[in-house]
Structure formats: structure tokens, C-alpha cells
């Protein structure tokens, strides 16, 4: 009986660091997409940080914005992939 809750608490407690590290990398990976700039075409996060100058990035347009590499690239009907730096 006494082994049983043993193993039972410490499948428990096993859970609920389980959980607790899901939360913890889910965190991280939000506050990493906080840094991020976000396209301006549809808005979803770019390989860039907000902090990156604009002469180390690819995909930005002077007067728009950051954009991806799938809208830059449907924009300026660019049919073979760019590189991004
Ligand atoms: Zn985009």
C-alpha cells in the first residue's frame, strides 16, 4: 500500500513538472515572438527582432515595413526563394 501511493505521488508530481515545463517553454517561446518584428502584410512573426537595423535584414521595404518571404516574395512576384540574412 505504502509502495502504491509512493508511485502514485511520484507519478503526480511527475505531471505536474511535466505541466509546469510545458508553461515554462510556452512562455519563452512567447516572449522570444514578442522580440520578433511581425509582417505587415499578414502579421505573423518574422525571422527579425524589433532591434535587428534594417541593413541586416532581407524582406524590408523602406516607407512599408518588414515583411515575410512568402508575402515579399507573392508581392514582387518573385518565383524562386531569396535567402534571408
Ligand atoms: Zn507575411
Do not use: A, E, Q, V
Given at each position: 500500500m505504502k509502495l502504491f501511493r509512493f508511485i502514485r505521488d511520484l507519478l503526480r508530481s511527475y505531471d505536474q513538472n511535466k505541466e509546469l515545463l510545458k508553461n515554462m517553454e510556452r512562455l519563452d517561446l512567447m516572449k522570444e515572438l514578442q522580440r520578433k518584428d511581425v509582417c505587415v502584410s499578414c502579421d505573423m512573426a518574422t525571422i527579425?527582432?524589433?532591434?535587428?537595423h534594417i541593413s541586416q535584414r532581407s524582406h524590408y521595404v523602406e516607407g512599408a515595413g518588414q515583411l515575410c518571404k512568402e508575402c515579399f516574395n507573392k508581392i514582387y512576384n518573385i518565383k524562386e526563394t531569396t535567402y534571408e540574412i
Open positions: 527579425y527582432d524589433k532591434t535587428t
